[in-house]
Nanobody
Framework: QVQLVESGGGLVQAGGSLRLSCAAS????????MGWFRQAPGNTRDFVAT????????YYAASVKGRFTISRDNAKNTVYLQMNSLKPEDTAVYYC?????????????????WGQGTQVTVSS
């Protein structure tokens, strides 16, 4: 059974930082591209960042580029999202997801497995 478990969310002031983690089990982690998405109340689930199975070619949404960094540790079956210079508009539930895609995957339909999400709230 595949499980993706996010952690690290919380409440932070604008300008602060958080590091999200997503621990994967039940799949060959090193063969999956990993992504982060977010969903604010009343909004769609939007792409944030993705990284290939080798750890190369990180790709970011324009709204987070330069502030967020995605990385992975295949030995620990974990993907991370370092979020700096947080803004109130970054407030959302953040989801990690795993994809068998070999190309950069920004469409949520490209992802095969999803975590339950972790809440990030940025106060002004």
């Amino acid at each position: 059974q595949v499980q993706l478990v996010e952690s690290g969310g919380g409440l932070v002031q604008a300008g602060g930082s958080l590091r999200l983690s997503c621990a994967a089990s039940g799949l060959t982690f090193s063969r999956f591209a990993m992504g982060w998405f977010r969903q604010a109340p009343g909004n769609t689930r939007d792409f944030v960042a993705t990284i290939t199975w080798t750890g190369g070619n990180p790709y970011y949404a324009a709204s987070v580029k330069g502030r967020f960094t995605i990385s992975r540790d295949n030995a620990k079956n974990t993907v991370y999202l370092q979020m700096n210079s947080l803004k109130p508009e970054d407030t959302a539930v953040y989801y990690c997801a795993a994809s068998r895609a070999t190309d950069t995957a920004v469409d949520s339909r490209s992802y095969d497995y999803w975590g339950q999400g972790t809440q990030v709230t940025v106060s002004s």
